[in-house]
T-cell receptor, first 115, second 109 residues
Framework: SAVISQKPSRDICQRGTSLTIQCQVDSQVTMMFWYRQQPGQSLTLIATANQGSEATYESGFVIDKFPISRPNLTFSTLTVSNMSPEDSSIYLC????????????FGEGSRLTVL | KNEVEQSPQNLTAQEGEFITINCSYSVGISALHWLQQHPGGGIVSLFMLSSGKKKHGRLIATINIQEKHSSLHITASHPRDSAVYICAPRPGSQGNLIFGKGTKLSVKP
């Protein structure tokens, strides 16, 4: 199993500022996933973060807006840059278990409100 | 048309009732996850299915790959089961998960 600590759990931000979300896993994992969940919507994958390489972004998400760091196998950050009210969402990091179980583990989420 | 359809979108039940949440998807998949999202936003993985049926406590998940359909059942529901339940199939063998919009369950004492 994996325990994920994500912070901040929530924040209220001003338009135009940037916020970095941290995700710490209690075990080494190859891939970490960053999701966004806009109000009333399903989860959307932002990017996949691999240690030692550039993150892979999904369509509609760009590195300038959502830079990601992955300095080691247990830690990643997602920055939401130059925020606007449309960025108000829950942001979640996730990892999957190694081996054949494929079980998923999620952080507690970071609920951002942009004024 | 959404690739993943969940029904119902909202469900209110009395404590003790048997709950069924349905998920239909339109793509070939290698596995399907059922997730539980708490009001604060945190998500817990309940099941991963590739065929048949799994049971964990009062929760039962079934999947019919041919019919592209999965169900999540909760027996003897309890107010602490109140949450959003999300169906998330994995297309192909290596595809990224696709997510349903979730079913919001409220269990009244």
């Amino acid at each position: 199993s994996a325990v994920i600590s994500q912070k901040p759990s929530r924040d209220i931000c001003q338009r135009g500022t940037s916020l970095t979300i941290q995700c710490q896993v209690d075990s080494q994992v190859t891939m970490m996933f960053w999701y966004r969940q806009q109000p009333g919507q399903s989860l959307t994958l932002i990017a996949t973060a691999n240690q030692g390489s550039e993150a892979t972004y999904e369509s509609g998400f760009v590195i300038d807006k959502f830079p990601i760091s992955r300095p080691n196998l247990t830690f990643s950050t997602l920055t939401v840059s130059n925020m606007s009210p449309e960025d108000s969402s829950i942001y979640l990091c996730s990892v999957s278990a190694t081996g054949s179980t494929g079980e998923l583990f999620f952080g507690e989420g970071s609920r951002l409100t942009v004024l | 048309k959404n690739e993943v359809e969940q029904s119902p979108q909202n469900l209110t039940a009395q404590e003790g009732e048997f709950i069924t949440i349905n998920c239909s998807y339109s793509v070939g998949i290698s596995a399907l996850h059922w997730l539980q999202q708490h009001p604060g936003g945190g998500i817990v993985s309940l099941f991963m299915l590739s065929s048949g049926k799994k049971k964990h406590g009062r929760l039962i998940a079934t999947i019919n790959i041919q019919e592209k359909h999965s169900s999540l059942h909760i027996t003897a529901s309890h107010p602490r089961d109140s949450a959003v339940y999300i169906c998330a199939p994995r297309p192909g063998s290596q595809g990224n998960l696709i997510f349903g919009k979730g079913t919001k369950l409220s269990v009244k004492p």
